[in-house]
């Protein structure tokens, strides 16, 4: 599961959790590309398994920009943004 918490801070960043696990993912862009993704423990979880960090990793690789863009509408202009289901495997 991908997701922000409600009270986020820069850098941009996902959270990943799987089971009991869970990675913070921080988005790091130059002139409108993702230039870099990196992985932080989140504090007092375990961090994701080496083969959930590859699968989270490729994800939001693909959808880097949608995952900023939605973060730029939450927590910069306010605006409600909608949860996205993804379905199908990369």
């Known amino acids: ?3 922000f918490y409600s009270n ?3 850098p941009i ?3 990943v959790s799987y089971n009991e696990f869970e990675s913070i993912f921080e988005l790091f862009f130059e002139n409108g590309n993702l230039k870099d993704v990196q992985i932080r423990q989140a504090s007092g979880i375990e961090p994701l398994p080496a083969k ?3 699968e989270a990793q490729k994800v939001i690789e693909i959808y880097a920009v949608e995952i ?3 973060w ?3 927590f910069i202009l306010k605006k409600k943004v909608k949860s996205k289901k993804i379905t199908k495997k990369l």
Request: charged letters at 30%; glycine letters at 0%; zero cysteines.
């Open 1 to 3: 599961m991908f997701y």
């Open 68 to 70: 900023a863009d939605r």
């Open 8 to 10: 986020e801070h820069l």
């Open 72 to 74: 730029t509408d939450f």
């Open 13 to 15: 960043h996902v959270h």
């Open 52 to 54: 959930q960090v590859k």
